[in-house]
């Protein structure tokens, strides 16, 4: 079921190496695989990612950086609550983007 899969089946696709390259990861357990922190120590990519509680092998969490994943998902809920902006009424870039600022 497509509801049912795993975030980071998707994530080769989202770390295209057309993208800027990142400095660090933020990510949530869903990305929490070897394979994906392989792939970013190859890249020079600190990976922030929260271990599974079924881990064997344990790994730090940098929690102040991980802390900025959580204001950047607030961002994101506020931006998806507030109809006016997901819905884009607005016909202007200035008008949106006014919008955008005061939330």
């Known amino acids: 079921m497509a509801g049912q899969t ?6 080769d696709l989202l770390m295209a190496d057309t993208l800027p390259e990142p400095g660090v990861l933020l ?20 990976p922030v990612i929260p271990m599974r509680k079924t881990r064997k092998l344990r790994v730090a969490v940098d929690r102040r950086l991980y ?3 959580n204001l950047a998902e607030r961002c994101f809920y506020k931006l998806k609550k507030a109809r ?6 607005d016909k202007t870039a200035e008008s949106f983007l006014g919008f955008i600022d005061i939330t």
């Open 6 to 11: 795993s975030d980071y089946l998707g994530f």
């Open 27 to 46: 990510a949530d357990r869903g990305y929490a695989s070897d394979n994906i922190r392989k792939t970013m120590a190859v890249r020079d990519v600190v």
């Open 67 to 69: 802390r900025l994943r």
């Open 84 to 89: 006016r902006a997901a819905a884009c009424y």
